[in-house]
């Protein structure tokens, strides 16, 4: 039913069939797949040499409390996350404020450009309608991610907690019959509500994906560096 | 139970609303009228229109059915696509631009190395994402191609039938669930639908050169009847070079037909939908809102991610949120935030590929057809995927892109016949044959 038609006006030296694509396959076969091996090595290369990357996540439930009433008083019936989970996060992007024992379980020294790449090696999300915060760490070493999770959690958790405490102390001083009836109903502290899992396998680089990508590269380099030389040659005749 | 084909309960809704049953009993005389007429002017040959029928009873048949006993149709197009392109590959002889490099690195830059989800995430359906460079390579390998599809009897066909095709489905609503559907479609998703049309009408009107006002008309009633927002705007778009490629007396008859149309928009159909107030909550201006909090609002944010976050990301779970239920909509899950949530080409072009890429796909196409066909028609058939590529489909939706291809296809049909005629090389005269 349908039949192809030759461009009329079209310069048969450029022109592509099916056939011409085979034929230049078939006389670049070697190069082709020289280029291929050097770009399978090199996505080998890549993948040995680079350190591997683990993940650890975690999400911890923020400590809750009483609201309180702009006069002060305690709202028995609010319960609210305290600090709010934005402040969680934001703790953890500040890389001044990291102890020391954190950095070094990440494998980091006290210096501010590890300070920096450490922020950079976790990102954190207000999940849970902002009553909890998750963290996901990724950090070289299976073993050196969880150590840096579990630091993290601890140094997350610690000051959530005195954030609360510092809250809670400060109701009941306004509220001082709050003190012996107890009035403060709400005083949780934080909760870890998934626990530290770490990846299933490295997350970085990924060996099929870094191989395939360097192979098929390495092919479409080939094929651009003959296309060079195709218009060189042309070009050369011409002047010619 | 409420029998709701009977006279007199038929006869009691068109009272209830009088204005919208006149409108749209005239809307359907038109339609049957102005189709009969193109059918006898178009279809001369009693084979072909005796095809035309048979396509169109099996059409309403498969629309019926898929209405009935829901199929999944949507890879519909792109089997269709994958199938042509390799039979143009088998076929394959023109000049393949060297700019096809181009979205072959992307695409193996961002199926490869893209940043990686975390871990505990699902993965996206970044096949989607992919699409446009896909789509491009099959582009440039058939910008020259000539077959000898009976494309001139597709186009008018596809024109001919929708509007009947969308008042069946209306029927088939009222007739399941007694509710007058503004919204019908024919199989896929309406919005995904008239760009397809939109094509087949640039290729009547602007390729063969047939200015019937009952074309225009006939497309433009289909546009309304599926209440597409970015449909209208993209028919609006191409009514501008169809107006200005007039006579006068024939502009005056289009800007009547355009002026009817804003009218039944604004006074019957109802503002609702169309109210430039309420620009903020259609869907996706919504997502690309809530994307573009993402970059704090600042172009200087987005420029901050030259080739964007890749096609593994998901988007940020705070902003994810806030457009509550949409991850839910199209992942069922609330938190399986995948951009294609975002629905939009654009939005998620740039928030995946970045706003050099998300520029260097429509570039891509522009160069290619001014190359082909120049700047006029280049134009003129990227509007529709363009503009549609704000909403949803445009670059990575194969009925957009099919309707692209068709019109490039009878392009090249319609320059070989020309060139047949004024002397041609003896290879050619095989489509004389």
């Known amino acids: ?240 | 139970m409420i029998d709701y084909l009977a006279p007199a309960y038929l006869v009691q809704k068109f009272l209830n609303n009088k204005v919208l049953g006149v409108v749209i009993s005239l809307a359907l005389i038109s339609i049957l009228v102005m189709a009969i007429g193109v059918v006898r002017k178009n279809l001369k040959e009693s084979q072909e229109r005796a095809t035309f029928f048979w396509v169109l009873g099996l059409a309403a048949l498969l629309c019926a059915w898929t209405f009935f006993r829901p199929l999944a149709l949507t890879v519909l197009p792109d089997a269709f696509i994958g199938l042509f392109a390799l039979w143009a590959l088998f076929h394959l002889r023109q000049s393949v631009s060297v700019t096809i490099v181009l979205p072959i690195t992307l695409f193996i830059y961002f199926l490869f190395f893209s940043p990686i989800r975390l871990d505990i995430e699902f993965d996206n359906r970044y096949w989607t994402s992919l699409k446009p460079f896909i789509y491009l390579v099959i582009f440039f390998g058939i910008t020259g191609l000539r077959i000898r599809w009976p494309i001139r009897q597709i186009a008018y066909g596809v024109v001919i039938a929708y509007p009947l095709l969308l008042v069946w489905n209306i029927a088939l609503w009222w007739i399941r669930d007694g509710f007058f559907m503004t919204r019908p479609n024919f199989l896929f998703e309406n919005n995904f639908e008239v760009p397809f049309l939109l094509y087949c009408f640039v290729i009547i009107a602007f390729i063969y050169r047939d200015k019937d006002l009952r074309i225009y008309l006939l497309v433009a009633i289909s546009v309304l009847l599926t209440g597409s927002r970015s449909g209208l705007a993209s028919f609006m778009a191409v009514s501008v070079f169809y107006l200005l490629s007039l006579d006068r007396k024939k502009i005056l008859w289009v800007g009547a037909a355009i002026c009817s149309v804003l009218g039944y928009l604004v006074f019957i159909r109802g503002v609702a939908s169309f109210n430039a107030g309420r620009i903020d909550q259609i869907d996706r201006l919504k997502t690309f809102i809530g994307l573009l909090s993402f970059y704090d609002f600042r172009f200087s944010e987005i420029l901050r991610y030259p080739l964007g976050v890749g096609i593994y990301q998901k988007i940020p779970l705070g902003i994810c949120n806030k457009m509550e239920g949409y991850a839910d909509w199209f992942t069922g899950n609330y938190f399986n935030c995948d951009p294609i949530m975002l629905q939009s080409f654009v939005a998620r072009a740039l928030y995946q590929f970045g706003i050099y890429v998300l520029i260097l796909i429509p570039a891509l196409y522009l160069y290619e057809l001014t190359k082909r066909m120049g700047f006029y028609m280049a134009v003129l058939l990227l509007t529709p995927i363009l503009l549609t590529a704000f909403s949803v489909g445009g670059f990575s939706n194969g009925l957009s892109f099919g309707g692209l291809l068709l019109a490039i296809l009878a392009f090249n049909q319609t320059s070989c016949i020309k060139q047949l005629g004024h002397g041609l090389p003896a290879s050619n005269q095989i489509l004389k044959a």
């Open chain 1, 1 to 240: 039913m349908s039949s192809i038609y030759p461009s009329p006006n079209a310069d048969q030296r450029t022109v592509v069939t099916l056939k011409s694509l085979v034929t230049y396959l078939v006389k670049a076969r070697y190069r082709l797949l020289g280029f291929g091996v050097v770009g399978l090595l090199l996505g080998l290369g890549i993948y040995y040499f680079c350190p591997k990357y683990y993940e650890a996540s975690f999400i911890l439930k923020m400590p809750t409390a009483n609201g309180v009433s702009a006069l002060g008083n305690i709202e028995k019936h609010i319960i609210k996350p305290v600090p709010p989970s934005l402040d969680a996060k934001k703790l953890l992007l500040r890389p001044e404020e990291f102890p020391v024992a954190v950095l070094s379980a990440c494998g980091f020294t006290d210096n501010n450009e590890d300070r920096k790449r450490l922020v950079g090696s976790l990102v954190a999300y207000e999940v849970n309608y902002a009553t909890a915060v998750q963290v996901v760490v990724r950090i070289a070493g299976r073993d050196k991610v969880e150590k840096c999770a579990q630091a993290i959690l601890a140094y997350e958790t610690e000051f959530t907690n005195t954030q609360k405490d510092r809250y809670v102390s400060y109701l009941i001083a306004a509220n001082p019959k709050a003190q012996s009836s107890e009035q403060v109903l709400v005083n949780e502290p934080a909760q870890l509500t998934a626990a530290i899992r770490i990846s299933d396998g490295i997350v970085s680089p990924r060996f099929w994906h870094l191989l395939l990508g360097c192979f098929f590269l390495a092919l479409l380099l080939s094929c651009f560096i003959d296309w060079l030389r195709y218009q060189w040659r042309g070009a050369l005749s011409k002047n010619d």
